[in-house]
């Protein structure tokens, strides 16, 4: 069974500072698809970023960069130079099929950045 | 604004009732997903459909039903209520290359 830790629960940053989300996940399969979603205050869901088991390579979108490392089972997830907007609750996502199906959701972080 | 409409925005209802939430994906978009999120289990996927058929299934409880129609809409029926059904459910498209997901802002429900 696929099984996503996000073993950080709540972290508070400084505005500016670079904070880094932990996701941690279990799967037998060798094919299979992580995720990243946002959930801000405002209660809506935004899709990040999807990633292959096959793509290791990291992946930069401005601010935000992911790091995969099949050899820990990890995909974190890293804001550089947070900004108050970035205050949500982030939650990382794996599936053994492909596209969006079936995927397991960990417990998310909130992360509240403070002006 | 993601372009996913979801109807209706909140809706209360009472244990034992039936409630139907509809969702309009983005246009062109073909998949519809199907989520729950709960303060007990959290964020689960629940049943997607792809062009009017069903694709894969979830955490989804036998006294909830959902369909695809031609016109891509879906429904998402939930019979039987009960109190722990109380959840906000998202419901999402994903564009024809399945690069990006984007998600509606949801209908909160309340089973009282």
């Known amino acids: 069974a696929q099984k996503v830790t996000q073993a950080q629960t709540e972290i508070s940053v400084v505005e500016k500072e670079d904070v880094t989300l932990d996701c941690v996940y279990e799967?037998?399969?060798?094919?299979?698809?992580l995720f990243w979603y946002k959930q801000p205050p405002s209660g809506e869901l935004v899709f990040l970023i999807r990633?292959?088991?096959?793509?290791?390579q990291n992946e930069i979108s401005g601010r935000y960069s992911w790091n995969f490392q099949k050899s820990t089972s990890s995909f974190n997830f890293t804001i550089t130079a947070s900004q108050v907007v970035d205050s949500a609750v982030y939650f990382c996502?794996?599936?053994?099929?492909?596209?969006?199906?079936?995927?397991?959701f960990g417990t998310g972080t909130k992360l509240q950045v403070i002006p | 604004d993601s372009g996913v409409t979801q109807t209706p925005k909140h809706l209360i209802t009472a244990t034992g009732q039936r409630v139907t939430l509809r969702c309009s994906p983005r246009s062109g978009d073909l998949s519809v997903y199907w989520y729950q999120q709960s303060l007990d289990q959290g964020l689960q996927f629940l049943i997607q459909?792809?062009?009017?058929?069903?694709?894969a299934k979830g955490n989804i409880l036998e006294r909830f039903s959902a369909q695809q129609f031609p016109d891509l809409h879906s429904e998402l029926n939930l019979s039987s209520l009960e109190l722990g059904d109380s959840a906000l459910y998202f419901c999402a498209s994903s564009d024809p290359g399945g690069r990006t997901q984007y998600f509606g802002p949801g209908t909160r429900l309340l089973v009282l």
């Open positions: 459909y792809y062009n009017g058929e069903e694709r």
């Open positions: 990633r292959n088991s096959f793509d290791e």
């Open positions: 996502a794996l599936s053994e099929l492909g596209g969006y199906q079936k995927v397991t």
């Open positions: 799967t037998r399969d060798t094919t299979y698809y």
